[in-house]
């Protein structure tokens, strides 16, 4: 029966704490009460208000490194129809090698080509790469077996 009436009562006490006095002090009363009791249910709030928000945003970034992981698929299948990546047209063949590439390093825009011939084959670094649709990019970097192109798109 006493646990019925406590919620009535502890309203009755607030509101005549909050009544009595001039509106000065009444200020000051609720400026108290907000610091220290009332505090831990704002930040609450705030808190909650600033996980909604950081949510959201995620949810937006993740669409966008959905998309963006979608439009590099389209470019390596895209890549991978287009053949060898070292092929001329119309030139002599002499000067040029034709590789195949055998992967990819790095990420996104700073994504290197790697190809299956290197020193042994004649390949040298700074050495223009041309592809069937033209300048792929440049050898950066070549190993005994394999060498790396930095594409023409790289930042």
């Known amino acids: 029966m006493r646990n019925r009436h406590i919620v009535p009562i502890l309203l009755l006490t607030v509101s005549l704490f909050f009544y009595f006095g001039s509106n000065s002090f009444r200020l000051q009363k609720a400026d108290i009460v907000s610091k220290t009791i009332l505090l831990p249910f704002v930040n609450s709030l705030t808190y909650i208000s600033k996980i909604q928000n950081a949510i959201s945003r995620s949810e937006i970034l993740e669409k966008q490194v959905a998309s963006l ?29 034709i590789a195949d590439v055998v992967g990819f390093s790095g990420e996104y825009i700073n994504r290197n080509i790697i190809i299956d011939k290197g020193i042994w084959h004649g390949i040298r670094t700074g050495a223009p790469v041309l592809g069937s649709a033209g300048i792929v990019g440049k050898i950066t970097s070549t190993g005994p077996k394999h060498s790396i192109i930095m594409p023409f798109n790289h930042t």
Request: glycine share 4%.
């Open 69 to 97: 992981l979608i439009d590099q698929v389209k470019l390596e299948n895209h890549l991978n129809r287009q053949g060898a990546v070292l092929t001329s047209r119309n030139m002599e063949l002499d000067n040029f090698s």
